[in-house]
């Protein structure tokens, strides 16, 4: 049996006397989305923060397809094939959106100081390859015809979308999705569902962290609910929004009701 694409084994992660994540174990399955779920201030940052590399000096282990990375930098992770969205955008406002998912291509293009500088060699032949492929990922997302647009200048649901292409653009193997549809209308939301249900079908597997649960709830194959770093609750979605714990802790016996409505 094949390792899963994540693995967490008793993470443990404090700030001086506050635990931001108590034993928290899960696993993501290869070509999967699962989602991570719970109330404000639940752990859930902490935890991509840790997977990525940016929280360190937790106990426990993370592995990537049955390799350790917890003793990895955040670039050594990427490199293995680790992605992240964040609930801020952080794209390159000032530049194209070609421009901002050739960012994401950095040690792809690669080459030495003098083919960058002469722009010849092997690094002038991987450029052409890597604005291809760019101009592939935009088209994918929906963005080809803004590819020369300043990505500021981009609406807030085209930005979120370009920032899913710049993630890709590392193929990655596993994707954490911080609150992608945060300040997203109806429309722009459906629109993400849509091109998250693509992104997994190219066998990429996912990580959500998001508040609008019914797209959780359309979206994810397993779905792990935190309170207070701690997992009260894991399952496929349908267990999870009625289990007891989940609904006192988290969704409310409104919410779950009315979750109950949405399409599996």
Same mark, same amino acid.
């Given at each position: 049996?094949?390792?899963?694409?994540?693995? +967490?084994?008793?993470?443990?992660?404090?700030?001086?006397?506050?635990?931001? +994540?108590?034993?928290?174990?899960?696993?993501?399955?290869? &070509?999967?989305?699962?989602?991570?779920?719970?109330?404000?201030?639940?752990?859930?940052?902490?935890?991509?923060?840790?997977?990525?590399?940016?929280?360190?000096g937790?106990?426990?282990?993370?592995?990537?397809?049955?390799?350790?990375?917890?003793?990895?930098?955040?670039?050594?992770?990427?490199?293995?094939?680790?992605?992240?969205?964040?609930?801020?955008?952080?794209?390159?406002?000032?530049?194209?959106?070609?421009?901002?998912?050739?960012?994401?291509?950095?040690?792809?293009?690669?080459?030495?100081?003098?083919?960058?500088?002469?722009?010849? &060699?092997?690094?002038?032949?991987?450029?052409?390859?890597?604005?291809?492929?760019?101009?592939?990922?935009?088209?994918?997302?929906?963005?080809?015809?803004?590819?020369?647009?300043?990505?500021?200048a981009?609406?807030?649901?085209?930005?979120?979308?370009?920032?899913?292409?710049?993630a890709?653009?590392?193929?990655?193997n596993?994707?954490l999705?911080?609150?992608?549809?945060?300040?997203?209308?109806?429309?722009?939301?459906? &629109?993400?569902?849509?091109?998250?249900?693509?992104?997994?079908?190219?066998?990429?597997?996912?990580?959500?962290?998001?508040?609008?649960?019914?797209?959780?709830?359309?979206?994810?194959?397993?779905?792990t609910?935190?309170?207070?770093?701690?997992? +009260?609750?894991?399952?496929?979605?349908?267990?999870?929004?009625?289990?007891?714990?989940?609904?006192e802790?988290?969704?409310?016996?409104?919410?779950?009701?009315?979750?109950?409505?949405?399409?599996?």
């Amino acid at each position: 049996m094949s390792a899963p694409e994540l693995e +967490i084994e008793g993470l443990t992660l404090r700030y001086g006397g506050l635990t931001a +994540i108590d034993g928290l174990s899960l696993r993501v399955e290869t &070509g999967s989305l699962h989602g991570l779920i719970g109330p404000n201030g639940a752990g859930k940052t902490s935890v991509f923060n840790a997977i990525c590399g940016l929280a360190r000096g937790g106990s426990g282990a993370i592995l990537l397809r049955g390799e350790r990375i917890d003793h990895l930098s955040p670039d050594a992770r990427a490199r293995r094939g680790l992605a992240r969205t964040f609930q801020n955008l952080r794209l390159f406002s000032e530049m194209t959106a070609l421009e901002n998912v050739l960012a994401g291509m950095h040690a792809e293009v690669g080459g030495s100081l003098l083919e960058v500088l002469t722009r010849l &060699g092997r690094f002038r032949s991987k450029e052409r390859a890597a604005v291809r492929e760019a101009r592939a990922l935009l088209a994918f997302v929906g963005l080809d015809a803004a590819a020369g647009t300043r990505a500021g200048a981009l609406s807030y649901g085209d930005q979120r979308r370009l920032e899913i292409a710049r993630a890709l653009a590392g193929r990655p193997n596993l994707m954490l999705l911080d609150e992608p549809a945060a300040g997203m209308n109806p429309a722009e939301t459906a &629109g993400l569902n849509d091109l998250l249900g693509e992104v997994k079908a190219r066998g990429v597997a996912m990580l959500l962290v998001e508040h609008d649960m019914s797209l959780v709830m359309r979206l994810c194959d397993r779905i792990t609910v935190l309170n207070f770093g701690r997992k +009260i609750a894991e399952g496929a979605p349908e267990a999870v929004r009625a289990d007891p714990a989940v609904i006192e802790a988290y969704l409310g016996v409104k919410g779950a009701a009315e979750l109950a409505k949405t399409p599996g």
